[in-house]
């Protein structure tokens, strides 16, 4: 007697690859500058200069003080549409976004009081 043979779904199409964010704030590329500063290009084109020299310097600068050394600032790479570092340091793309957008300059410094 032979065995019946019984259909199997092929499910290795279901299996997505990484997420890949789409959200119009999603940061698509960055490119650390000199002075603790990043250039950032948004999903949605909006393209500006992110200040991070009075966080990184600050008395309070917490998790943020490793990046005080330019090297390890350089490190900065985009993991799901943010501006990561080692050590799981990263800045929302959405804040930075905003205030891109609301500086005339397309220029917005973090940490300022």
Known sequence: ???ESTAV???SSF????PS???PWRVAKVLPLPDYRLKVTFLDGLEGVVDMSLLIQSPNAGVFAALADPA???IVRI???APTWPGELDIAP??????ILQ???RCCRLGAK
Request: charged share 35%; aromatic share 4%.
């Open 1 to 3: 007697m032979c065995a």
């Open 9 to 11: 779904e092929d499910r």
């Open 15 to 18: 299996v997505n690859p990484r």
């Open 21 to 23: 964010p789409r959200s």
């Open 72 to 74: 390890a600032f350089a």
């Open 79 to 81: 993991e799901m549409g």
């Open 94 to 99: 959405d804040a930075i976004h905003d205030a």
């Open 103 to 105: 500086s005339d300059e």
